[in-house]
């Protein structure tokens, strides 16, 4: 029973951080680009993606060498699995999506550094079998995705007055160009985090309830 609660499996793991420890609304990692990118849908989606590619096969080759890496030298380690990986997708990016590449500038690159990486790096692909780390790491991906995408999606409505360059707005809309800077970013996670987890408490009660 322990080792059943300890070990919850692809789904389990995979659940965990698309929801319940999700990294932007619960765990408030990767700041810096849920408040810098997330002025337009696409941005959003671009870099959760782009984090997530990284995130899923750091982890993996994280897991993969995690017995053979000395512990001394274990974070320049996980800094070279994971800029290899970073550099990959700039690559393609700057291949296939060059405009979007533009946009996104240096916070491409910057996800090296990103604390979600180094996080799931260090405190479960580092201790996991690789299958979990790949559960982990594309569960915190796709929650790290969705999140900004729902933050670029309001952000883009009401300081464009559209949604993935589409104008939903009328036309006698005028935009709220504070949507558009940091303060914006601030204000719409914090309105985002405080629904969060207000149906978090909701759905928590109504089990206890049920119980």
Do not use: H, W
């Amino acid at each position: 029973m322990a080792e059943a609660r300890r070990n919850p499996g692809f789904g389990g793991v995979f659940m965990n951080g698309l929801i319940t420890e999700n990294p932007t609304f619960t765990l408030m990692l990767g700041m810096c680009p849920t408040l810098g990118v997330t002025t337009a849908a696409m941005n959003g989606v671009s870099m959760g993606l782009a984090t997530t590619f990284v995130l899923v096969f750091s982890n993996l080759f994280i897991s993969l060498l995690r017995n053979i890496i000395p512990d001394k030298v274990r974070i320049p380690a996980y800094i070279v699995i994971i800029a290899s990986f970073v550099t990959m997708i700039d690559l393609i990016m700057q291949a296939f999506l060059p405009d979007l590449r533009a946009v996104l500038g240096t916070y491409i690159q910057l996800i090296v550094v990103n604390c979600i990486i180094f996080a799931r790096a260090e405190s479960f692909a580092a201790k996991n079998p690789p299958l979990l780390s790949l559960a982990d790491g594309l569960g915190m991906g796709l929650g790290f995705t969705v999140s900004i995408t729902l933050l670029s999606c309001i952000r883009e409505l009401f300081g464009s007055g559209s949604i993935f360059g589409f104008s939903v707005m009328p036309e006698a809309y005028q935009p709220m160009a504070i949507m558009n800077m940091v303060p914006g970013g601030f204000i719409t996670l914090g309105l985002m985090m405080v629904l969060v987890n207000f149906i978090k408490k909701a759905l928590s009660a109504r089990k206890e309830a049920r119980a």
